[in-house]
């Protein structure tokens, strides 16, 4: 979990192509959408995303290789 003052910011790398972050309190801006505690916002794939924080927050950052046919992550590659 990542604990972000006001105003800071926090990059999340384009290396997995699933990734997402969920806001456990406060209010941060990610790709210009504004999302609050509670809410969870879902990243499409490639690019870095930015996460604002427009108050202190609290935040959980995800990232994953996509699962194959068989609901397992597929081995790690250098794409992922």
Do not use: F, Q, W
Not at 12 to 39: F, K, M, N, Q, W
Not at 41 to 47: E, K, M, R, S, W
Request: charged fraction near 20%; hydrophobic fraction near 40%.
């Amino acid at each position: 979990m990542a604990v972000m003052a006001a105003g800071s910011t926090a990059a999340l790398p384009s290396e997995h192509a699933e990734r997402a972050v969920y806001i456990v309190d406060g209010t941060v801006t990610i790709c210009g959408a504004r999302l609050t505690g509670g809410r969870m916002a879902v990243l499409d794939p490639g690019g870095e995303a930015v996460v604002h924080a427009e108050t202190a927050a609290r935040v959980m950052m995800s990232g994953a290789c996509p699962r194959n046919e068989h609901g397992l992550h597929r081995p790690r590659r250098r794409e992922c």
